[in-house]
T-cell receptor, first 115, second 113 residues
Framework: DAGVTQSPTHLIKTRGQHVTLRCSPI?????VSWYQQVLGQGPQFIFQ???????GRGNFPDRFSARQFPNYSSELNVNALLLGDSALYLC??????????????FGDGTRLSIL | AQSVTQPDIHITVSEGASLELRCNYS??????LFWYVQSPGQGLQLLLK??????LVQGIKGFEAEFKRSQSSFNLRKPSVHWSDAAEYFC???????????FGTGTRLQVFP
């Protein structure tokens, strides 16, 4: 079975631009979470979506938004990019909601570089 | 507020030596605890998890971890390290009825032959 897939693998943008990152969960998984991992740090939770509804949000500005589609895939959108948005963006999927439904399976991430 | 502390930024061991990576957490209720490993350029792979029950948890790749409530710790151990274990290791605590994980800053493990 395919794992969590993310696209693109790498992306280079300039300040002020907009970016869309995509994630396909493991087949049968209905929950998708997004994390930001700045170089040298642990991942930080951005969003969780379950059954197309937002179930959790981390401490990120409104420039960050996400959505989940009927096939449970998800997009993360970031507007007005800043240099500080340079990071590895990880997507994780799990069967349902709640840590008892772990483990979350992570994709290999999208490396976003802002010039 | 929930938090995870990994005191060791970088650890170097010889192949075949034992390993212990430290993790301390702060969480008001019974914690759900995890250890993940990340190889360069890749995502996170779950090594093991603790939800309840036996405080000594066995994971993949020969790793184990022990939950000590009195010390708020969840240290990762391996009796004999292999060169392929070189990677970044993250401890995390799971939050309530969400999928939210709070990660520590990680420990980079370097293995010498």
């Amino acid at each position: 079975d395919a794992g969590v897939t993310q696209s693109p693998t790498h992306l280079i943008k300039t300040r002020g631009q907009h970016v869309t990152l995509r994630c396909s969960p493991i087949s049968g998984h209905k929950s998708v979470s997004w994390y930001q991992q700045v170089l040298g740090q642990g991942p930080q939770f951005i969003f969780q979506y379950y059954e197309k509804e937002e179930r959790g949000r981390g401490n990120f500005p409104d420039r960050f938004s996400a959505r989940q589609f009927p096939n449970y895939s998800s997009e993360l959108n970031v507007n007005a990019l800043l240099l500080g948005d340079s990071a590895l963006y990880l997507c994780a999927s799990s069967p349902g909601v709640g840590v008892s439904n772990q483990p979350q399976h992570f994709g290999d991430g999208t490396r976003l570089s802002i010039l | 507020a929930q938090s995870v502390t990994q005191p060791d930024i970088h650890i170097t061991v010889s192949e075949g030596a034992s390993l212990e990576l430290r993790c301390n957490y702060s969480y008001g209720a019974t914690p759900y605890l995890f250890w993940y490993v990340q190889s360069p350029g890749q995502g996170l792979q779950l090594l093991l998890k603790y939800f309840s029950g036996d405080t000594l948890v066995q994971g993949i790749k020969g790793f184990e971890a022990e939950f000590k409530r009195s010390q708020s710790s969840f240290n990762l151990r391996k009796p004999s390290v292999h060169w392929s274990d070189a990677a970044e290791y993250f401890c995390a605590v799971g939050v309530g009825n969400t999928d939210k994980l709070i990660f520590g800053t990680g420990t980079r493990l370097q293995v010498f032959p």
